[in-house]
């Protein structure tokens, strides 16, 4: 079979049916095979692969092949020193089963000791009648076909440094972005742009239950720094909700959901690499009040223009001595530039500061810059300058023809 092979173009987190994953090593061509490292130095890396909701999906189905590890960062697919984790067969994989901080194993493998800079991941090609790659939109029940148009390289190339010694094992996971990963095309079509970094596979974050009475209006919680989504995920069918694997630091907690206002926890910290902060439990699960709701559309163009690059447009509000949050985030569709934020709330968001006291007191009036029904919009791509319109107002009326020009 001829492997659909695809380069990430960003950047930048309910187990699924067992499969048989074989690991073996394997060098390229180009140069002769190095010799062999005795197996008693010999260190291990195991890798897992990991998921954020996507937005407007109830699947999205990558199948993957192999993964391939290399020492340099700027190995080229033929050049010699590549190892292989093979997974035989192939194995399709439902990313949306895997949020939650859920786990899907993509094998593990041998390895010279030394420092490692390169993972490629490498996916099977959408061939004859199977659809390797698809989605199933929401609402929809029919497979769609998930392009891949960086099909002819050697796979989603990840650059990401780590040491192997000698009788150790390392454990990496390969944190799937769906939400930012998956954009239209026009016409119906969607494309893969891969978003994906790679984390320690130790389990800490940020943990909570919401209410059950929301789950039907595709409730989103994430976790922000200066109101940049580092983790999102969608509660189990119980409400419980994990950000997973985060960095210690301070986190602003952001929960949002269809005709609701938001509600946001500010500065809910992670101390350490191994533990987790509760935000409420399911006796006192969190709930959210109701709002109108509205949305915003325009078009995204970028100059240069790219057939590869993708541009993001982001609500934002700012708690008046407090964070600034992104409320709602979409992908503009890669043809047309066109995007829509919808189910935008009117209402403000209500904020609870942080405690150890459970449960937590949301204030139900607050002052945010620029105001209930009021947003602050931000339009990036990589490689190309943020540009934002300071108020775009929806308490009234939608708002359309809210464009961005993104330059260099």
């Known amino acids: 079979m001829r492997k659909n092979v695809i380069r990430t173009g960003l950047l930048a987190t309910t187990a699924i049916a ?25 260190g291990t890396l195991a890798v897992s692969m990991t998921d ?25 697919d033929t050049d010699a020193g590549w190892t292989d984790i093979t997974l035989s067969p192939a194995k399709k994989i439902n990313l949306l089963n895997l949020t939650n901080g859920v786990l899907e194993s993509l094998g593990q493998t041998s390895l010279a000791p030394g420092k490692y800079t390169q993972l490629r991941l490498v996916l099977d090609a959408n061939t004859g009648t199977g659809l390797a790659n698809s ?19 050697s796979g989603i190339k990840l650059v990401n440094e780590f040491d192997i010694a000698a009788g150790q094992k390392v454990d990496l996971v390969l944190d799937f972005d769906a939400c930012k990963s998956v954009l239209t095309r026009g016409n119906g079509k969607y494309a893969l742009k ?16 919401v209410s059950t009475a929301l ?13 940049v989504i580092v983790s999102s995920t969608a509660p189990t069918s119980t409400g419980e909700f994990f950000l997973s ?25 992670v101390a350490s690499t191994t533990s987790t902060t509760a935000l409420s439990t399911s006796a006192a699960p969190i709930a959210l009040a109701a709002s109108a709701s509205g949305s915003i559309s ?45 189910k ?36 990036s791509a990589t490689g190309y300058a943020v540009k934002s319109i300071a108020v775009v107002d929806i308490a009234t009326a939608n708002q359309s023809n809210v464009n961005f020009a993104l330059a260099p």
Request: charged share 10%.
């Open 18 to 42: 067992a499969a048989t994953l074989v690991a073996c090593g394997g060098g390229g061509g180009g140069g002769g095979t190095p010799a062999p490292t005795p197996t008693a130095t010999m």
């Open 245 to 269: 694997r985060l960095a210690p630091g301070n986190y602003d907690v952001v929960i949002t959901a269809d005709d609701r206002a938001a509600s946001v926890i500010g500065a809910v910290p």
């Open 344 to 379: 935008l709330p009117v209402a403000a968001p209500q904020y609870a500061a942080y405690g150890a006291t459970l449960p937590l007191v949301f204030a139900q009036s607050l002052t945010t810059v620029p105001g209930a029904g009021k947003y602050k919009l931000d339009a």
């Open 194 to 209: 891969p978003v994906i970094k790679v984390v320690p596979a130790a389990a800490n974050g940020i943990s909570g239950f």
């Open 135 to 153: 989605v199933i939109p929401t609402g929809s029940t029919a497979e769609q076909t998930l392009e891949t148009p960086s099909g002819t390289q």
């Open 215 to 227: 789950l039907p209006s595709r409730v989103m919680v994430s976790a922000q720094q200066n109101g």
């Open 298 to 342: 325009g078009a995204v163009t970028l100059a240069p223009a790219s057939s590869t690059e993708a541009a993001f447009v982001a609500a934002k509000q700012t708690f008046a001595a407090g964070p600034t949050v992104t409320i709602k985030y979409q992908g503009a569709d890669l043809a047309s530039g066109a995007y829509t934020l919808a």
């Open 52 to 76: 954020a909701p996507a937005c407007g999906f109830d699947a999205v189905n990558v199948t993957v092949n192999k993964v391939r590890v290399h020492q340099s960062s700027t190995a080229g």
